[in-house]
């Protein structure tokens, strides 16, 4: 997941340059590293700028933990009837558009429910510097497999006819839901390798194995879920899932199957730090996530650390 060195003020170069000269980088290279410009990269040493997908001022603990982040938002409907592959939903997006455009999530609501279930999260995560949309599905009988690829047709829809696309980088998706729809996420990760994240919570679904899946994916599970046990189905989710992907998996202490239906401020938390580092690549974010987040919260942690 390596995808460039970020080159920081305050930080002693005089290493950087050794290794630079070391791998014989003409001299007038030296300048661009000690400035921070981007300079090409010479046998096996890599320069790049800084990350253009950051968003956001840096974070602390607190402005993850805000049931709002630094960016205004707006909202627009999406009817059943424009939507094409999934039941319509609410599109939540930062009415700022003077740092670029945006990653985007789309996100499945669970078995028999709707979108107005899971709807606390899209302006909560938009707030952060995201576009989000919540859908409503074909049928809220839906299985997995269905609520996948309706995520999927989502994000086209987001992506090539929303009335927001323009303030959307399409190369940076990523898919989330609740039970039914947390089993569409992994579907959808599966299917579509080139996302960027995939946050299944509270998941249900007959597939156990995911050893194909090479999506970053973060699994959240509630440890009193009577209805898809993190035993049945979150932890072996995770297990299966290749280490060489970025997986993470965090179990809400004491939490039941309905635990996504209400703001759950831990959640959210790790939710945002997830998608800033695997949707935006923003390493900023990598201090909540490694070491193991120890928040009381949480019953079980379980990661790969996320590799910068």
Not at 97 to 112: V, W, Y
Not at 274 to 279: A, Q
Request: aromatic share 8%.
């Amino acid at each position: 997941m390596r995808r460039g060195v970020r080159i920081l003020t305050g930080l002693t170069i005089a290493p950087v340059i050794g290794a630079v000269v070391a791998a014989g980088v003409p001299a007038t290279a030296l300048g661009a590293v000690v400035t921070g410009t981007p300079t090409t990269a010479i046998g096996a040493v890599e320069l790049s700028a800084e990350n253009p997908y950051e968003r956001g001022p840096d974070p602390t603990e607190s402005s993850i933990e805000a049931s709002r982040g630094p960016f205004s938002v707006s909202q627009t409907t999406v009817s059943r009837l424009s939507a094409t592959g999934f039941g319509g939903g609410t599109i939540y997006y930062p009415t700022s558009t003077s740092e670029g455009t945006f990653g985007a999530l789309a996100i499945s609501p669970g078995f028999t429910a709707t979108q107005s279930s899971i709807s606390w999260m899209g302006p909560r995560l938009a707030s952060q510097g995201f576009v989000v949309i919540t859908i409503d599905t074909l049928s809220t009988l839906d299985q997995p497999d269905s609520r996948g690829d309706q995520l999927r047709a989502a994000l086209t829809y987001l992506t090539q006819r929303s009335t927001v696309r323009t303030r959307i980088d399409a190369s940076r998706l990523a898919v989330a839901g609740h039970s039914m729809g947390g089993g569409g996420s992994l579907e959808a990760a599966a299917d579509q390798p080139t996302l960027q994240a995939a946050i299944p919570i509270a998941a249900w679904n007959t597939q156990k194995t995911w050893s194909t899946l090479r999506v970053p994916t973060f699994v959240i599970g509630g440890e009193s879920d009577s209805v898809a046990p993190v035993a049945s189905h979150s932890i072996p989710f995770y297990t299966s899932i290749p280490a060489s992907a970025e997986k993470a998996y965090m179990e809400l202490d004491n939490a039941s199957h309905f635990f996504p239906q209400t703001p759950n401020t831990t959640m959210a938390k790790y939710m945002i730090s997830w998608l800033k580092r695997f949707v935006d690549n923003d390493t900023r974010y990598e201090q909540f996530l490694c070491p193991a987040p120890n928040d009381r919260e949480i019953s079980d942690y379980r990661d790969t650390c996320p590799h910068s």
